[in-house]
């Protein structure tokens, strides 16, 4: 299973992002994605994940209503739509693929948010 993940980079605060993750190796479709994030000396945390119909998502108190998650399972992508950025949002984004027990990570993409 490979995850990569994209898009990262400094943006002022209040700008946009869109972090994307490309899947290969893995029945994308049958899999629940995922992204979570780890700003420096902080734990990871919960951003957002999406089932695997793309169906349903779900979301971190921290990205609510700031955030959207979407995915297609025809290109096996999976993506984070990142408005309204804080310098609080400074963190190495990570995305995961989630099938009952079977969880998979990818590389992190650095996003900076300056003030």
């Known amino acids: ?6 898009g990262g980079g ?9 972090l994307s993750c490309a899947a290969s190796g893995l029945p994308f479709a049958r899999y629940a994605m995922g992204w979570f994030r780890q700003a420096p000396g902080k734990e990871r945390e919960f951003v957002a994940r999406i089932s695997s119909s793309g169906g349903s ?3 971190g108190g921290s990205a609510l209503g ?3 998650i979407s995915r297609d399972n025809a290109k096996n992508m999976v993506y984070l739509q990142m408005n309204s950025l804080k310098p609080e ?3 190495v ?7 009952g027990s079977r969880v998979s990570w990818g590389q992190g993409t650095q996003v900076t948010v300056s003030s």
């Open 1 to 6: 299973v490979q995850l990569q993940a994209s």
């Open 10 to 18: 400094l943006v002022q605060a209040g700008g946009s992002l869109r």
């Open 57 to 59: 998502a779900y979301y």
């Open 66 to 68: 700031r955030f959207t």
């Open 89 to 91: 949002d400074t963190a």
């Open 93 to 99: 984004y990570y995305c995961n693929a989630r099938r």
